[in-house]
């Protein structure tokens, strides 16, 4: 499995974005998905997550903000992040857990895409 990140870019606080994240490979339906973030000289922390069953669930800096979603027949999971901030400045990660889980756990994420940035300034 290959993931493949777009959609990052350069906006102004209170802008909105949408990333996208394509994979490879014929069980994508299985696997739960996350986001995750990296900002400079920090440690990449849980964004958002979506289970094989369309649960989601959000880090609280992100709730109501931002928005996961999944489309099994184009391989693909998106995060629709609006009202974006300065602090959401960050590489942005998708993974996948083959176990379904949709766990915030970084370490039970099996396959991990290259990372897309997102610069939040005015």
């Known amino acids: 499995v290959q993931l493949v990140e777009s959609g990052g870019g350069l906006v102004q606080p209170g802008d909105s974005l949408r990333l996208s994240c394509t994979a490879s490979g014929r069980t994508f339906s299985y696997y739960a998905m996350g986001w995750f973030r990296q900002a400079q000289g920090k440690e990449r922390e849980f964004v958002a997550s979506?289970?094989?069953?369309?649960?989601?669930y959000y880090a609280n800096s992100v709730k109501d903000r931002f928005t996961i979603s999944r489309d099994n027949a184009k391989n693909t999971v998106y995060l629709q992040m609006n009202n974006l901030k300065p602090e959401d400045t960050a590489l942005y990660y998708c993974?996948?857990?083959?176990?379904?889980?949709?766990?915030?756990?970084?370490?039970?994420?099996?396959?991990w895409g290259q990372g897309t940035q997102v610069t939040v300034s005015s």
């Open positions: 993974a996948a857990d083959f176990g379904g889980s949709a766990t915030s756990d970084k370490n039970r994420y099996e396959r």
């Open positions: 979506i289970s094989r069953s369309d649960g989601t």
